[in-house]
């Protein structure tokens, strides 16, 4: 049977558990979380604040809620529930665990956790931020690679040295995913009406061109393309020639 690699803990922070889609893996590939950013998260790293603990009344589950300034995410124990009660409001803990899903809501399946200094905390942010500006870096000239035309296995070897082949996947992967799940139909409806008075303003008689209308917006690639997907099969816009864009 072959051995499961362990997955490294990859720092994080609530913000980018909450905004990412969870996969369910068969076999011995490990589940993990895609985030809009392209990296997967099958173990995570996280510094924050106890704002919460729970033990039910049998006491075979406790969580413990914490909070980064940005969002909150739970720390769950199926088995050691003793460790839920270690903890208070207040204290700042650094949390190791598989990411999981449950009910559509992401939580982390505690490994390790342990109260640490506000220090700790500080020093988490720094070097997520330096690691996510680093990995937006990479992303973005992955994405280039793309769109010249390279194929999966052109790209690792451009990449080789500072991407893996798992990572390489991922980044690829999140190009092709929409990560607007928790949008409001309201802000769907809001979006469609930015990207159809920007064709109508963008075009001079022959549609406006799709490149334009992603100029025109500040928002996500992906995101304009969802939604101009969207007005092309509904029937609100058609594309008089490739890559015009056209209401009807």
Request: negative net charge; proline residues 2%.
């Amino acid at each position: 049977m072959p051995q499961q690699k362990r997955q490294t803990a990859k720092l994080t922070n609530t913000d980018e558990l909450n905004s990412g889609k969870y996969f369910q893996k068969e076999g011995f590939t490990p589940n993990y979380l895609l985030t809009p950013e392209g990296r997967r998260l099958s173990r995570a790293r996280l510094v924050a604040t106890v704002v919460d603990t729970f033990t039910n009344e049998d006491e075979t589950y406790g969580s413990i809620t914490l909070d980064d300034g940005r969002d909150t995410t739970q720390v769950k124990f199926f088995n050691d529930i003793d460790d839920v009660q270690e903890y208070d409001e207040g204290d700042i803990v650094e949390a190791i665990g598989k990411v999981r899903e449950y009910q559509g809501q992401i939580y982390m399946d505690a490994e390790v956790l342990k109260q640490v200094s506000v220090e700790k905390e500080l020093l988490h942010q720094l070097k997520y931020r330096k690691t996510m500006e680093e990995w937006s870096q990479i992303r973005d000239t992955v994405k280039q690679l793309k769109e010249s035309g390279k194929d999966q296995e052109d790209i690792e070897k451009e990449m080789a040295g500072k991407l893996d082949e798992e990572e390489v996947d991922s980044l690829l992967q999140s190009f092709g995913e929409s990560f607007s799940v928790s949008e409001t139909q309201e802000d769907i409806e809001n979006l469609e009406k930015d990207v159809l008075d920007a064709v109508e303003n963008l075009d001079e008689g022959e549609g406006a061109d799709y490149a334009d209308i992603v100029d025109e917006l500040d928002e996500p690639e992906d995101k304009l393309e969802d939604t101009i997907n969207g007005l092309l099969s509904d029937g609100t816009c058609y594309e008089p020639k490739p890559g015009k864009i056209k209401k009807l």
